[in-house]
């Protein structure tokens, strides 16, 4: 079971953490990934992070976020700094097996989503 927290309502250039705890799983043998979709839009690919904690960004959010994974307590963070009002959307939290991949479909195990506003 994944569990997303930590969405809210900021303002343009505002920094905001949120959380992904797990449950009932090996954390520490799972990729893990951060998606996003916003209003009327499809779910897309945010960002990665490895077994071994190396991350992979989209490039509209490299240098502006980063993820991260706390294996002693189950949870993956995504630190997103300089929020932008495109920034918008329903953040949600994957796992997978293997290698890191982009897509949706690649992801058997998701959470539920944390709202993330940015105003202008």
Do not use: H
């Not at 959380?19 to 996003?36: E, P, Q």
């Amino acid at each position: 079971q994944l569990q997303a927290s930590g969405g809210g309502l900021v303002q343009a250039g505002d920094s905001l953490r949120i959380s992904c705890a797990v449950s009932g799983r090996t954390f520490s043998s799972y990729l893990m990934a951060w998606f996003r979709q916003a209003p009327g839009k499809e779910r897309t690919f945010v960002a990665g992070i490895r077994r071994n904690g190396s991350g992979y960004y989209v490039d509209s959010v490299k240098g502006r976020f980063t993820i991260s994974r706390d294996n002693a307590k189950n949870t993956v963070y995504l630190q997103m700094n300089s929020l932008k009002p495109e920034d918008t959307a329903v953040y949600y939290c994957a796992a997978r097996e293997n290698i890191l991949v982009t897509v949706v479909t690649g992801y058997p195990y998701w959470g539920q989503g944390t709202l993330v506003t940015v105003s202008s």
